[in-house]
């Protein structure tokens, strides 16, 4: 349509300037183009318009779709801005259905391991307990080592629970405003005495954010004690809390020398524990790291680990967030 407006403008273009050498009926032709040159304006107007309109109201959708997780619609137009809202339409559809899928069978694999779980209980309860009558009865290191065992194998079921149930949204996460600085000083003040030759670098400026405390202080205490685990009894840990843009950034960094850059990829997997690069053997579940991923996960950031100029580096982020937001999700 756009093209025969203007081909019929270079038409009456044509005709008008023949008319003037000619002298015939110039204004007549005059008032044709100008009409024509007018038409062709008020239909760009018009175009603009719509497409301002379109546009505006498939920018809603995908806001909708993000924040509520509506769908976006499909379009009954015949164009281009059609095509890709209907595209849009079949990928927000996709991304719906695989969040469905993965919740359900979320929750189907939480209930088995809660079901298999909780078959072990009675008779862990019951080989702790025959341990225990044993060290009353003739203390030993072989039946020490025992109960050792029993407790570290309920804490790794304990763990394993709660893993599950964190990544498949069993727990509701109570959000309120927390200074992150004042967690990591009290995680600090509780690590110091388990481990009293260590050197701690701080700098933890106030920083408000909206956040879980309980579940925040477990991910930043698993993140901080497994530094602890990583570096000589003398080593040193450093924690940086850092606010840039909209995110806080927090940096866990030790001097143990580090790990293979192969192992770094499965650090935050189950029960993967670098026993072969600790000073001393952990007695953890490795659950701990795995579990800091899925609280950091659920507050919208997350954690990732590299290789630091003498030893591990952590660097977790959170988003600040408003409140409005962590009601919409």
Same mark, same amino acid.
């Given at each position: 349509m756009k093209r025969l407006i203007l081909q019929a403008a270079m038409a009456l273009t044509a005709i008008t300037l023949l008319c003037l050498v000619t002298d015939t009926l110039p204004r007549i032709l005059c008032a044709l183009l100008l009409a024509g040159l007018a038409g062709e304006m008020l239909w760009e107007v018009r175009e603009t318009r719509r497409r301002r309109r379109d546009l505006a109201r498939l920018h809603e959708e995908l806001a909708g779709f993000a924040r509520d997780k509506r769908p976006v619609s499909f379009s009954v137009e015949d164009t281009d801005l059609a095509m890709i809202q209907d595209d849009l339409a079949r990928l927000s559809q996709s991304v719906i259905l695989s969040e469905q899928n993965n919740a359900h069978h979320r929750l189907l694999l939480r209930d088995l391991l809660a079901d298999i779980c909780h078959?072990?209980?009675?008779?862990?309860?019951?080989?702790?307990?025959?341990?225990?009558?044993? *060290?009353?009865?003739?203390?030993?290191?072989?039946?020490?080592?025992? *109960?050792?065992?029993?407790e570290r194998m309920e804490n790794m079921i304990q763990a394993m629970l709660r893993l599950e149930k964190l990544q498949a949204g069993g727990y509701e996460l109570h959000y309120a405003p927390c200074d992150m600085a004042g967690v990591v000083r009290g995680i600090v003040a509780e690590l110091s005495p388990l481990y009293p030759e260590k050197g701690w670098n701080l700098s933890l400026p106030e920083t408000l954010l909206r956040f879980d405390e309980s579940w925040m202080h477990e991910a930043l205490l698993n993140v901080i004690k497994n530094a602890c685990e990583h570096t000589a009894p003398t080593g040193l !840990?450093?924690?940086?809390? &850092?606010? +840039?843009?909209?995110?806080?950034? !927090?940096? &866990?960094?030790?001097? @143990? @020398? @580090?790990?293979?850059?192969?192992?770094?990829? =499965? *650090?935050? +997997?189950?029960?993967? +524990?670098?026993?072969? =690069? *600790?000073?001393v053997a952990s007695s953890g579940t490795g659950l701990g790291l795995a579990i800091a991923k899925a609280v950091l996960q659920r507050h919208h950031g997350d954690i990732s680990a590299q290789n630091g100029t003498s030893g591990m580096r952590f660097t977790l982020y959170l988003p600040v967030l408003q409140e409005s937001f962590f009601q919409a999700s």
């Open positions: 078959q072990f209980k009675t008779p862990l309860a019951a080989l702790k307990l025959n341990c225990e009558l044993q *060290l009353c009865e003739a203390p030993c290191d072989r039946a020490r080592r025992q *109960l050792e065992l029993t !840990i450093c924690v940086k809390c &850092v606010l +840039q843009d909209a995110f806080v950034w !927090i940096t &866990v960094e030790d001097d @143990g @020398g @580090g790990l293979p850059e192969a192992e770094l990829a =499965h *650090l935050f +997997q189950r029960f993967r +524990q670098m026993d072969a =690069h *600790l000073p």
